[in-house]
């Protein structure tokens, strides 16, 4: 499970060098994810590390993003079935981005929602790690701040996730900080 989320980490940034070159914009983030429904009934809080690239179109106002993620949460206390368990979900989705305003402009907020694939992991004390690989969507909206005179933006975005896992819709809501660098 670390490999796949390291090297869906690793491919993003690589791709991001060649990316910047061509206009593209690239951007790496973390922050919190939030369990909700049946998920918030098993699991607390845990955090999320992503990475993304960023093609836009030439009107600038829609792009499409290759999106790269790892998340870990671990039991709520109390919760029911295995005791100490930890959850991690490594995904990548390809979304669609439509950006509200100017390209220049200092602030810019825009909306975002995709699909891709999340692999799921489940591991506890005493037994043998679990996992599985789902098809995931998700959908949220945030905002980018120019960062001083270059095209540097640092970013806020929080999205609502889901991926079922044997009859359990895993939805979450990670909310992300971070810096977006490239052309555009």
Not at 145 to 172: C, H, I, M, Q
Request: charged share 15%.
């Amino acid at each position: 499970m670390k490999r796949i989320g390291s090297a869906l980490v690793g491919a993003v940034l690589l791709g991001a060098t060649t990316a910047a070159a061509q206009g593209v914009r690239y951007g790496v983030g973390a922050g919190l994810l939030l369990p909700v429904g049946d998920y918030h009934s098993i699991d607390k809080p845990g955090w999320i590390v992503g990475a993304d690239i960023t093609y836009w179109f030439a009107a600038a106002s829609v792009a499409i993003r290759a999106d790269g993620s790892y998340s870990r949460t671990t039991q709520k206390q109390g919760a029911c079935c295995l005791s100490d368990h930890t959850i991690a979900i490594a995904g990548g989705l390809v979304d669609v981005v439509y950006a509200f305003g100017e390209t220049a402009d200092q602030l810019r907020p825009y909306l975002v929602a995709g699909v891709g694939l999340y692999n799921w992991r489940l591991s506890a004390p005493g037994f043998i790690p679990s996992s599985v690989t789902r098809v995931g969507y998700g959908g949220g909206a945030g905002v980018a701040y120019k960062v001083g005179r270059g095209s540097t933006r640092f970013f806020l975005e929080a999205k609502v996730t889901n991926v079922a896992v044997n009859g359990v819709y895993y939805v979450s809501i990670p909310i992300r900080v971070g810096l977006r660098f490239g052309k555009k």
